[in-house]
């Protein structure tokens, strides 16, 4: 039985992934602010902006059976650098564009039978890194958003999240943009590369079907091994 599956900011990169994966057995609606490279034969899209739109005002169908939630960036900075204005902007896009969208949603969601959703963090939550207080900041609430989500919506919705370490998408092109920073970034992790759009895709999938039916609250680390081993 085909599903409904909404991704927020999912035409570029981790989302765009997510929709190829599961175009052909699910009813993929993406709502974001371009195309990007999305095949429309297949794909339903809807121009939405999270920071000035509101996703109650979206063509949506009644029932929805799962929500990803890709919005995010990569804004590393030294912790002096950083004004507070960058910090609320952070949490505008990773977190409250979040709490937002699944409000405006909560009624569709609680239609399906059991709904999956899931978000994303960072690496750089579970292990101090310089340089990322900002974006750290941000995705941390996002776990601790998920996981008291979870609890609440339980057994009617499933709520997890992904952790991973660096992955080559437009968002980390400043950070990969030469064969040094990416054989660096590559030799950072145990197993000696960063990671690919669908290695995250591929769990992202897995939380949004039916066989994970016994997975929530969850913070999965898709991070090479970054984060729980040193294998140097």
């Given at each position: 039985m085909k599903?409904?599956?909404?991704?927020i900011?999912?035409s570029?990169g981790?989302?765009?992934?997510?929709?190829?994966?599961?175009?052909?057995?699910?009813?993929?609606?993406?709502a974001?602010?371009n195309?990007?490279?999305?095949?429309?034969?297949?794909?339903?899209h809807?121009e939405?902006?999270?920071l000035?739109?509101?996703?109650?005002s979206?063509?949506?169908?009644?029932?929805l059976?799962?929500?990803?939630?890709?919005?995010g960036?990569?804004?590393?900075?030294?912790?002096k650098?950083?004004?507070?204005?960058?910090?609320?902007?952070?949490?505008?896009?990773?977190?409250?564009?979040?709490?937002?969208?699944?409000q405006?949603?909560l009624?569709?969601?609680?239609?399906?039978?059991?709904a999956?959703?899931?978000?994303?963090?960072t690496?750089?939550v579970?292990?101090?890194?310089p340089f990322?207080t900002?974006?750290a900041?941000?995705?941390?609430?996002?776990?601790?958003?998920?996981?008291s989500?979870?609890?609440?919506y339980?057994?009617n919705?499933r709520?997890?999240?992904?952790?991973?370490?660096?992955?080559d998408?437009?968002?980390?092109?400043?950070l990969l943009s030469?064969?040094?920073k990416?054989?660096?970034?590559?030799?950072?992790?145990?197993?000696?590369?960063?990671?690919?759009a669908k290695?995250?895709?591929?769990?992202?999938a897995?939380?949004?079907?039916?066989n994970s039916?016994?997975?929530?609250g969850q913070i999965l680390g898709?991070?090479?091994?970054?984060?729980?081993?040193?294998?140097?």
């Open positions: 599903k409904n599956i909404l991704l900011g999912g570029t981790i989302g765009f992934q997510i929709a190829e994966l599961l175009n052909d057995s699910h009813n993929i609606i993406i974001s602010r195309e990007g490279s999305l095949n429309l034969n297949k794909i339903k809807l939405f902006d999270v000035k739109d509101d996703i109650q979206l063509d949506l169908p009644e029932q059976d799962g929500l990803v939630y890709c919005p960036s990569i804004d590393l900075k030294p912790f650098m950083i004004k507070p204005e960058s910090f609320e902007k952070e949490m505008q896009l990773n977190f409250f564009g979040l709490v937002r969208s699944v405006g949603v009624d569709k969601l609680k239609k399906s039978p059991q999956s959703l899931v978000f994303f963090s690496v750089a579970k292990v101090g890194m990322h900002n974006v900041a941000a995705k941390g609430a996002i776990e601790g958003f998920a996981k989500l979870a609890a609440e339980a057994p919705f709520v997890n999240v992904i952790a991973p370490s660096l992955t998408t437009p968002l980390a092109e400043k030469n064969d040094d990416r054989d660096r970034m590559n030799k950072r992790h145990p197993l000696k590369r960063i990671g690919a290695d995250i895709a591929n769990l992202a897995f939380l949004l079907s039916d039916s016994w997975i929530t898709v991070d090479g091994g970054l984060s729980t081993i040193n294998s140097n």
